[in-house]
């Protein structure tokens, strides 16, 4: 199994190299649909390149936003056109267990479009939060922008972290699961803070509710 996870992993890296701009917005529509492609393996690699002169950071961050938009939008009318019970039913074969889509589902409910923005840059819940916003027939116009907002600030991050690990030890390129494991020891601070700030936006609504009540 490990050897069949190397192996994609090795194959998204060449196609991030040798599709550029195209080769990141499919892999970041599939890391935004059910299939389990992590956005690690494809902003980051992208990122060194462009820091080569090969492709651009705007651009590279632009595409991977557009990517994760496409990706996000075709789960999102999946979910709303199948229903709950048919996602529920399928979800097992790309890896969203029915813990995984309530715990998506209960997140969303209780955050609504503010949570959605938070959603797209956590780890797990940013792969299935397009579905119970589907479900949830979630304003499409809404929820577009918090995708593409959620997803360039993501991609931001992934962009200035792949540049700083690249410059630091230029042959990870060569080991992508090497290069994995830096990106996520270096963005783990951002994702302490997510966490935080989402915490405290939680606060925030449950105060304002009670006041409104």
């Known amino acids: 199994m490990h050897e069949l996870i190397a192996h994609w992993i090795a194959t998204w890296f060449g196609w991030v190299r040798d599709f550029g701009y ?14 389990p492609v992590p956005s690690e393996v494809v902003i980051p690699p992208a990122a060194f390149w462009a820091s080569q002169g090969h492709m651009t950071i705007s651009g590279v961050i632009l595409s991977g936003t557009l990517g994760s938009l496409i990706g996000s939008a075709i789960s999102y009318w999946m979910a709303r056109w199948a229903g709950r019970f048919a996602i529920a039913k399928l979800g097992h074969r790309f890896f969203i267990n029915e813990e995984k ?53 993501w991609c931001g991050v992934l962009a200035w972290v792949g ?44 105060m304002t509710a009670r006041r409104a009540a």
Request: charged share 15%.
């Open 22 to 35: 195209p080769g990141v917005v499919v892999l970041m529509a599939l890391e935004s649909t059910v299939f």
């Open 163 to 206: 540049v700083r690990v690249a410059q630091r030890d230029p042959g990870l390129i060569e080991n992508p699961e090497a290069m994995i494991a830096a990106v996520k020891h270096e963005s783990i601070w951002f994702v302490v803070a997510v966490l935080v700030m989402a915490g405290l936006y939680a606060l925030m609504m449950r």
């Open 101 to 153: 889509l309530e715990r998506a589902e209960r997140f969303l409910r209780l955050h609504g479009a503010g949570g959605l923005f938070f959603a797209r840059l956590l780890p797990v819940l940013r792969h299935v939060i397009s579905l119970p916003a589907g479900i949830l027939r979630m304003d499409f116009w809404r929820f577009s922008v918090m995708t593409a907002t959620g997803s360039a600030a």
